[in-house]
């Protein structure tokens, strides 16, 4: 209506009838009336009314305003910021280009001056000697690029010994992307001419109707085939059916070479990984090596004599090496982290003690040093007294401590191999045999959870998982309606964005741009956390890698969904899933709908370049590192508090999600938009080289699977080439002019059979174990090792015991323990602190009154009344 009051003059108005009411020039005395609101407008643009009415905005609730929005109903793809093609894409993709090369050369420069200035945060292996697997890395050069060279000359093998198979995995995965798209780049682009002579250079304006030229973006996309398809027949040439048909085959030509050109990539690149992941196993240290864990173990085998002699009778006495049931520990843990507080506030005490000694020499002891001795002794006596009772538990089979997990290690990895293909009971649910996880990385609070406890969990977090991913729309509508410009201005902090607005009529467009997606982007930033919260919480972990692996496999899931497949969807994911089952036929034609949003999706991996870029200026481990610089006491220390990065959305599991969802969107993408291929081997070279560089001369080693998630993201890379084989099956099936069109699209299906064929096989090749013969090969090894060094079997790398269950190291505490083993004498449950005492006056350092404290001291640390008597009872057995 504006727009039409611009151009055409305003109708004259009717003159007033002599008997009208209406007041032409009111009184002196009166107020003058003022023009209703919707008619200022009018005014304004006639010549009226110059003083323009401060606007008033309406006061929604927050309710109110998210069932306004609720009711608009918007379509998923507007909501989560996904645009559809239009004609100033091509302008975009330039100036996003631009951008994105600006930005990732200023992280770059960024990353540079750090790793002069800091080289403790960018380059610790090469600045901290002694550093953890720092021998025979490359130093890179002087010069600006010498990093780029120094992490493309590293060696496989250097990369797996310092920063572990994953981490490896990982930057092979990149290497692949970067081969995969340089090879369909070759294929793809042969798309270029044929798109451009043989397509159909205008389409019709969705608004208007009137046939508009494509820009050079859409003339290199498949919209110059379905440009013809809204056409009358009758106003094509007749050339145009013949070009367009030709076209159609092409594609149905370069789908075939898209799927088995990344097919052979995938092969090759597993075969690969298949070298390094049994020299990994040969060399997995003892006792993982040699070791199954347990599951579901009936209560007659709940103690570690019972299992030992449960698996010697099966296999044999001298198979059997060691047999362990995971403890419930509650409250030793929590007696175990008294003592390390403890110990903690002691050093730092003596600490401060040591810098206030005088120049003289002479020690002086401060009352704070006395006390937390004491304390800390008390503490000690406890947590030992509390141990016994719990050994004792476990050898009398208390439910209580004994839980329904265990760990079993063999004498040979002979037996441990034969002993985990075999089911053990004619109930498959009892004894199940596994691989277990790194001693360091297990999770022994989940694996002594009761098994009916593990079953509510998980079926609570499948049910908090499953509500993300179907609320998420109604919440994403819901925030857009809370954080939009109009309601924004109403709420009293933000009052004088109205005035701003006004006052400045280009900022609002800006702002509507921030306040609509600002937000949006800041809550997808912590989903990676939101998931992770939920697996680490409600799920049962044997490892804390497998949280990442969880997390990863989630994680794409729901980039999948929201990212790729969105403009696909409905108003909401429930009402998509209603659609496709009462109507399977509309999954294709709501397939077809993904190719009107490729512009969007070559900016959205362009800008996936500075992402990539970001994690080289490690901006949270800097500021951490400024944070703890003033109270390290040594550059170790220093690193361990800065290190390490946020393990959530820097972790392997989201890494690894995020660059598969590259991959799944370029090669989606690849036959309707082909400069996607381009962009995409760009990412991918970027990245290869950047976590090169991170994963081994910057970053902490973290717990390694061995490749599972390489394992789990060439499966992704299948569910991608389903879905493109499906898309461009959609969308040359919509062909209208008769069976004879539709016919490259019946070929293009073909494509899902030889897909079938190479994911079954796929899935039939064994990773996870080791022939049996390179076992057998790595028990000779290890023998003839061990006759050499005249030792029997292999170095320990860990054990398979709670850290709280460990018998002491401490030579003081052993004494102390031993003393008062020799106690035979029946005491209450008061009289157990002073019998303490007395074992321990032979203590170097320890005095009468040291231990002359009453036992509501002791129960302090012990927790209650009925832990005391527990603790009685130990100490007396």
């Given amino acids: 209506e504006v727009e039409t009051s611009r151009s055409s003059p305003a109708p004259p108005s009717p003159a007033p009838s002599p008997t009208s009411d209406i007041v032409l020039a009111p009184a002196p005395s009166s107020p003058a009336p003022s023009p209703p609101s919707d008619i200022l407008p009018a005014l304004a643009l006639e010549g009226g009314p110059t003083d323009r009415p401060k606007k008033t905005k309406a006061h929604l609730s927050f309710s109110q305003a998210i069932v306004n929005k609720l009711a608009e109903e918007p379509e998923a793809a507007a909501v989560t910021g996904v645009k559809r093609n239009g004609d100033e894409d091509a302008a975009g993709l330039k100036a996003s280009a631009l951008f994105s090369m600006v930005t990732v050369s200023l992280f770059i420069a960024c990353f540079l001056a750090g790793k002069r200035l800091y080289p403790q945060v960018y380059a610790y292996r090469l600045h901290l000697s002694g550093a953890e697997n720092s021998a025979g890395i490359p130093r890179p050069s002087e ?256 439910l209580s ?130 998931l992770m919260w939920i697996v680490t919480t409600f799920q049962i972990l044997r490892a804390g890698a497998l949280a990442q692996l969880w997390l990863q496999r989630l994680y794409f899931a729901f980039l999948l969904i929201f990212v790729v497949l969105v403009t696909a969807l409905e108003k909401t994911l429930i009402k998509s899933v209603t659609m496709i089952v009462e109507s399977p036929k509309a999954l294709l034609s709501e397939m077809c709908k993904m190719s009107t949003s490729s512009h969007f999706y070559v900016n959205y991996i362009v800008i996936g370049w500075i992402a990539l870029a970001f994690e080289l200026v490690r901006a949270a481990n800097l500021a951490k590192f400024f944070i703890s610089r003033r109270t390290a006491k040594s550059p170790e220390e220093l690193r361990e508090l800065s290190e390490p990065e946020d393990t959530d959305y820097f972790g392997m599991g989201a890494r690894m999600a995020r660059a598969t969802l590259t991959l799944t969107v370029g090669i989606t993408f690849c036959s309707c938009l082909p400069i996607i291929s381009l962009a995409s081997a760009m990412y991918f070279f970027l990245g290869h080289r950047v976590y090169r560089w991170t994963q081994v001369y910057t970053e902490t080693k973290k717990a390694d699977l061995g490749g599972s998630f390489w394992v789990s993201a060439l499966h992704h890379i299948f569910v991608a080439l389903f879905i493109y084989v499906l898309l ?123 231990f002359r404290l009453p036992m509501s001291t002791m129960d302090t640390f012990a927790g209650d009344e009925s832990l005391a008597a527990s603790s009685a009872a130990g100490y007396r057995a």
């Fill in 143 to 398: 010069y600006r690029l010498g990093w780029w060279s120094a992490a493309a000359d590293l060696d496989d093998s250097t990369i797996i010994d310092i920063a572990g198979l994953d981490a490896f995995m990982l930057c092979e995965f990149f290497r692949l992307g970067r081969r995969l798209f340089g090879m369909l780049m070759l294929i793809v682009f042969c798309l270029f001419p044929a798109h451009f002579f043989l397509g159909r250079r205008e389409r019709l304006d969705p608004g208007t109707g009137t046939p508009t030229m494509m820009n050079w973006l859409s003339r290199m996309g498949v919209d110059t085939i379905i440009g013809s398809w809204k056409i009358p027949e009758t106003s094509l040439a007749p050339y145009e059916k013949a070009h367009n048909l030709a076209l159609s085959w092409i594609h149905a030509v370069v789908v075939w070479c898209v799927v088995l050109t990344t097919i052979t990539h995938i092969f090759r690149a597993h075969h690969k990984f298949l070298g390094h992941r049994f020299k990994w196993l040969q060399e997995v240290p003892y006792p993982r090596s040699n070791t199954v864990m347990v599951e579901n173990i009936p209560v007659e085998q709940r103690s570690d004599r019972d299992l030992h002699s449960y698996f010697a009778r099966l296999f044999s006495k001298d198979a059997i090496k060691r047999a362990y049931i995971v403890r419930r520990t509650w409250r030793l843990k929590r007696l175990s982290e008294t003592v390390e507080r403890l110990e903690a506030k002691l050093a730092a005490a003596q600490a401060r003690q040591d810098a206030e000694t005088p120049s003289t020499g002479s020690s002086l002891r401060t009352a704070d040093v006395d006390v937390l001795e004491t304390q800390l002794d008390l503490a000690r006596k406890a947590f030992e007294v509390q141990r016994s009772s719990v050994e004792e538990k476990v050898h009398s089979k208390d």
């Fill in 728 to 850: 461009m099956t959609s969308l040359l099936g919509q062909a209208p002019w008769g069976p004879l069109y539709v016919y490259p699209a019946f070929a293009t299906a073909a494509a899902f059979v030889a897909l079938a064929f190479a994911y079954y096989r796929f899935t039939h090749i064994v990773w996870e174990t080791l022939p049996f013969e390179a076992v057998a090969e790595s028990d000779f090894t290890v023998r003839r090792k061990s006759l050499l060094r005249q030792t029997c079997g292999a170095a320990e790398h860990g054990e398979y015991v709670q850290k709280e269950c460990k018998e002491p190291d401490s030579p003081r505490l052993s004494q102390s323990l031993r003393m008062t083993k020799k106690r035979t004498a029946q005491l209450s449950d008061r009289e157990v602190a002073s019998d303490a005492a007395s074992s321990c006056k032979g203590i170097p350092g320890a005095s009468s009154s040291t």
């Fill in 401 to 530: 401590v004994c839980s329904s997990s265990g760990f079993v290690t063999f004498s040979t990895r002979r037996w441990c191999r034969l002993a985990s293909r075999e089911q053990l009971q004619a109930d498959a649910n009892v004894m199940i045999l596994r691989d277990p996880p790194d001693p360091g990385d297990v999770r022994w609070q989940d694996l002594a959870q009761d098994p009916a406890l593990q079953s509510t969990r998980s079926i609570v977090a499948w049910a908090l998982i499953a509500a993300v991913f179907f609320l998420w729309m109604p919440f994403t509508v819901s925030l857009s309606a809370l954080t939009s410009l109009d309601q924004v201005e109403t709420y009293p902090a933000f009052a004088w964005l109205s005035d701003f607005c006004d006052k400045h009529p280009g900022a609002r467009p800006m702002l509507e741009g921030v306040f609509a997606t600002g937000a949006l982007k800041l809550v997808m930033s912590f989903l990676p956390t939101t």
